[in-house]
């Protein structure tokens, strides 16, 4: 590899949560984003106080949106969302560039419970069958883009994995890890800081040759050819090999080390290859709602709907992301009122 970059400088060994790093392996042609998540996801999970099971996925679900919607290079909101028939209908996950993420599930507990009884609790079968929607909204008068993929029984990096050759006939591969850390004290804790943080990884790795026709695959399905034709077989390019292979043996400790930075990780991974990273960018536990927002929203609705919500004289509206309760004067929602 004598045409590799030589790095400019050694790994920032600091370790920094909360932070995304974009990198390129340019010899390779391969462009990905790492994530560590501490502080902010572990606000978002203990918000919500879900099973365990059930904060593991959501917080697999809040990594795996800030490595796509971090990519984004307009002002934007990317959400991720599924529904499927197991224990967990539904995720949603909305992050608005360029750092802010809040999330939230809703479960069958009585399922969740039969599952988990079962030892049917792995990711794929907390989800069950549905799809997996991504949407993307730059905002007031500008389209929306939506993409599904279905969800049969595998991980949210399956659906990753899947959605992008089909979708986006991008050569993809994404780990996540998600894990609780005990070891973490802090003083400033009210509860003594002698209590598990969650924390999350995660490392999107994309094949994105000048030359298109090097991102082919083996084709999908054989289409009309006759029964019996042999799929048509395109090798995988070289460097995607190599790429894929060096990503698929991140194991998911060394995604969630609070000690190991980021750059150091892809460091390990890529050094032989010559590896440049970009500015980092910071994510935030932040949810967008507002008194005005919920206002507006109820405004929106028939004066009927509204008459319907009004208890004990007053409208209440809890928001599902970070459970702040707005309450109304109904005269204050209603047709009339500026
Ligand atoms: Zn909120």
């Given at each position: 590899m004598t045409d590799a970059p030589i790095p400019s400088r050694a790994p920032?060994?600091?370790?920094?949560?909360?932070?995304?790093?974009?990198?390129?392996?340019?010899?390779?042609?391969?462009?990905?984003?790492?994530?560590?998540?501490?502080?902010?996801?572990?606000?978002?999970?203990?918000?919500?106080?879900?099973?365990?099971?059930?904060?593991?996925?959501?917080?697999e679900a809040i990594?795996?949106?800030?490595?796509?919607?971090?990519?984004?290079?307009?002002?934007?909101?990317?959400?991720?969302?599924?529904?499927?028939?197991?224990?967990?209908?539904?995720?949603?996950?909305?992050?608005?560039?360029?750092?802010?993420?809040?999330?939230?599930?809703?479960?069958?507990?009585?399922?969740?419970?039969?599952?988990?009884?079962?030892?049917?609790?792995?990711?794929?079968?907390?989800?069950?069958?549905?799809?997996?929607?991504?949407?993307?909204?730059?905002?007031?008068?500008?389209?929306?883009?939506?993409?599904?993929?279905?969800?049969?029984?595998?991980?949210?990096?399956?659906?990753?994995?899947?959605?992008?050759?089909?979708?986006?006939?991008?050569?993809?591969?994404?780990?996540?890890?998600?894990?609780?850390?005990?070891?973490a004290y802090d003083a400033a804790d009210p509860a003594g800081g002698r209590r598990p943080r969650w924390r999350a990884g995660g490392l999107l790795l994309q094949f994105l040759p000048a030359k298109a026709e090097r991102m082919r695959g083996p084709d999908l399905d054989p289409g009309d050819a006759p029964e019996g034709t042999a799929p048509h077989a395109v090798a995988e390019d070289e460097a995607w090999i190599e790429g894929r292979s060096l990503v698929e043996t991140i194991e998911d400790v060394e995604l969630i080390d609070p000690a190991l930075s980021s750059e150091r990780l892809l460091y390990r991974l890529f050094h032989e290859h010559g590896v440049r990273v970009f500015r980092p960018v910071d994510v935030l536990a932040r949810c967008t709602c507002s008194r005005d927002g919920v206002r507006s929203m109820l405004k929106s609705f028939s004066q009927d709907d509204r008459d319907h919500m009004v208890e004990n004289g007053m409208i209440s509206v809890t928001c599902e992301f970070c459970t702040s309760n707005y309450r109304f004067d109904p005269a204050e929602v209603a047709d009339a009122a500026e």
């Amino acid at each position: 590899m004598t045409d590799a970059p030589i790095p400019s400088r050694a790994p920032n060994e600091t370790p920094a949560d909360d932070a995304i790093v974009p990198f390129a392996v340019e010899s390779l042609d391969l462009r990905g984003r790492v994530v560590r998540l501490g502080p902010a996801l572990d606000a978002i999970l203990t918000g919500h106080d879900y099973p365990l099971p059930i904060s593991k996925l959501l917080g697999e679900a809040i990594a795996l949106t800030v490595l796509l919607g971090s990519s984004l290079k307009f002002d934007g909101r990317f959400i991720l969302q599924t529904q499927a028939d197991g224990p967990v209908r539904m995720l949603v996950v909305d992050f608005v560039s360029p750092g802010k993420v809040r999330a939230c599930a809703r479960f069958d507990p009585g399922h969740l419970e039969r599952a988990i009884a079962d030892g049917k609790d792995s990711p794929g079968e907390l989800l069950g069958t549905g799809h997996l929607a991504m949407t993307i909204d730059q905002g007031s008068g500008m389209n929306r883009y939506q993409g599904l993929v279905a969800l049969s029984g595998g991980s949210l990096e399956d659906a990753a994995h899947e959605y992008f050759l089909r979708s986006e006939q991008i050569p993809t591969r994404v780990r996540l890890a998600v894990a609780q850390e005990y070891s973490a004290y802090d003083a400033a804790d009210p509860a003594g800081g002698r209590r598990p943080r969650w924390r999350a990884g995660g490392l999107l790795l994309q094949f994105l040759p000048a030359k298109a026709e090097r991102m082919r695959g083996p084709d999908l399905d054989p289409g009309d050819a006759p029964e019996g034709t042999a799929p048509h077989a395109v090798a995988e390019d070289e460097a995607w090999i190599e790429g894929r292979s060096l990503v698929e043996t991140i194991e998911d400790v060394e995604l969630i080390d609070p000690a190991l930075s980021s750059e150091r990780l892809l460091y390990r991974l890529f050094h032989e290859h010559g590896v440049r990273v970009f500015r980092p960018v910071d994510v935030l536990a932040r949810c967008t709602c507002s008194r005005d927002g919920v206002r507006s929203m109820l405004k929106s609705f028939s004066q009927d709907d509204r008459d319907h919500m009004v208890e004990n004289g007053m409208i209440s509206v809890t928001c599902e992301f970070c459970t702040s309760n707005y309450r109304f004067d109904p005269a204050e929602v209603a047709d009339a009122a500026e």
